[in-house]
């Protein structure tokens, strides 16, 4: 928790509260259970399994929190958008400023100025988004539909992705290192 709202603190809400930066857990002393560079990477499972985000240590830095998925069962064949602990934190800041924005809204007459006023209290957050790199962009759209009385908006992100992996090659021959 003392990880989380550091990071919270300084950080956007969409930014992984793991790594060696905002994933540092303070003040801790030691773990009851030593959890190993394997023994992370085991239970940060894909193929239809829950992962767990482990505290390791990591030298020089002390002990991290080394993941960034949440308890949601992954897809079959791979990862999928929910997997990931920081795009459920960026979705639930969207709901919720489509949730104040929706009941600001209520009950005004549905016309041209409605949909501007809805956009301009939802845009500024996707903005901020796109701006501080939890989105590559975002669309919002109105849908029609057949319920009286009713607006019907869909709003797609498009969500950037913290790296998990460095698939590093290092060659060394007699003349040249080559880094791939």
């Not at 069962?73 to 979705?91: E, I, P, Q, T």
Request: hydrophobic share 45%.
């Amino acid at each position: 928790l003392l990880s989380l709202a550091r990071s919270t603190t300084n950080y956007p809400d969409w930014y992984a509260v793991a790594g060696v930066v905002r994933g540092l857990v303070p003040n801790l002393i030691q773990l009851k259970t030593i959890v190993t560079g394997a023994v992370a990477d085991h239970v940060q499972t894909k193929n239809n399994k829950v992962s767990i985000n482990p505290i390791t240590y990591i030298n020089p830095y002390g002990n991290c929190i080394w993941a960034n998925r949440t308890m949601h069962f992954n897809d079959k064949a791979d990862l999928v958008a929910s997997s990931f602990l920081n795009r459920r934190m960026l979705a639930n800041d969207v709901k919720k400023q489509v949730y104040v924005a929706a009941k600001e809204l209520m009950f005004e007459t549905d016309s041209a100025q409605l949909w501007l006023d809805f956009k301009a209290k939802v845009t500024p957050l996707l903005d901020k988004m796109v701006t501080g790199n939890g989105l590559s962009r975002y669309e919002i759209k109105r849908v029609a539909t057949d319920k009286k009385a009713t607006i019907k908006i869909v709003i797609t992100l498009y969500c950037l992705e913290a790296v998990e992996n460095f698939d590093v090659t290092l060659n060394i021959t007699n003349n040249v290192v080559e880094l791939a």
